[in-house]
């Protein structure tokens, strides 16, 4: 689950099938893509086809929703063996997951449901992630997530979970920037001290998208460009390190293609700033 992929520290965008026949067209100069994971696991058809095709011309990155590493219930092994099939077959550069959970006893959620933040949490994480890290014989990305709710069973502040859950199980991070921001303001985390205490070692992916803003929180909609708090925060988290793969997501109410790449320009603007000054 690995290529060469010298420019992937500029911004790169996520593959939305709205978008498909337009890059395979005008092969449009980007530097890398990244694909939901379960919207390409089935077999034959167009869609594939053109998948094999994009593989072809740009690095690709996959990221999934269903792995429910938060869960109680066994992992699905046949789910992990249509991922590293699907990496096998587009030579993908890394797989990411969420730390959440999205099913239990065969009910599935379509949500990315939070899990409380308590040493018991942390263990069952570890094990997880372990176990899925042995079966694909390399490490994944983890990456934090929005909620709505805490749990009074946490004991351990987010940052520092998440911290450990990379130390622990070995595993690198995908840093999402707007769901730190939509926390902050769902829950009064300090953003910026999030940012902060970061471990930049494990760092392997940043992401960056929209929030829809609701009567009194923030919603993790995906479906407007990057606001101007998130980009502060991650130029924030570029200032420590600059050299971090970044990802725009966009998937509800997706715009053309354009606007995508001018949202990248932007990440890449700022990379180039913060470097400029250093």
């Known amino acids: ?31 890398w893509l990244e694909i939901l994971v379960d919207n ?11 998948l094999d095709a994009i593989s072809e011309l740009y690095p690709l990155a996959l990221h999934g929703v269903s792995l429910s590493l938060g869960s109680t219930s066994p992992l699905d092994m ?36 939070p899990i409380p933040y308590s040493q018991a949490s942390l263990n069952h994480i570890v094990d997880r992630i372990s176990q899925v890290q042995d079966f694909f014989g390399e ?18 502040p987010e940052v520092d979970f998440l911290c450990a859950v990379a130390e622990q199980a070995d595993c690198w991070l995908l840093v999402d920037v707007n769901n730190i921001y939509v926390n902050q303001i769902n829950h009064d985390l300090d953003a910026e001290h999030f940012i902060d205490s970061l471990p930049l070692n494990r760092i392997k992916e940043i992401h960056l998208a929209g929030f829809q803003e609701r009567e009194d929180f923030l919603l993790d909609a995906h479906n407007h460009p990057v606001s101007k708090p998130v980009w502060q925060l991650y130029e924030r988290l570029l200032q420590r390190k600059s050299e971090i793969p970044t990802l725009i997501e ?21 990379r180039h700033n913060v470097e400029a000054r250093e």
């Open 1 to 31: 689950m690995s290529k060469a992929i010298s420019a992937i520290s500029a911004a790169g965008i996520g593959l939305r099938n709205q978008h498909i026949d337009e890059i395979l067209i005008n092969k449009p100069d980007i530097p």
């Open 40 to 50: 390409h696991l089935a077999q034959g058809g167009l869609i594939p086809a053109q």
């Open 78 to 113: 046949h789910y992990l063996q249509q991922i590293k099939n699907l990496a096998i077959r587009t030579n993908t550069v890394w797989y990411s997951e969420h730390l959440c959970f999205t099913s239990v006893n065969g009910h599935y959620s379509h949500d990315l449901l």
């Open 139 to 156: 490490q994944i990305l983890i990456e934090n997530v929005s909620s709505y709710m805490n749990f009074v069973d946490s004991t351990i």
């Open 250 to 270: 966009w998937d509800n109410d997706i715009p053309v293609l354009s606007v995508l790449l001018q949202e990248a320009d932007k990440a890449n603007q700022i």
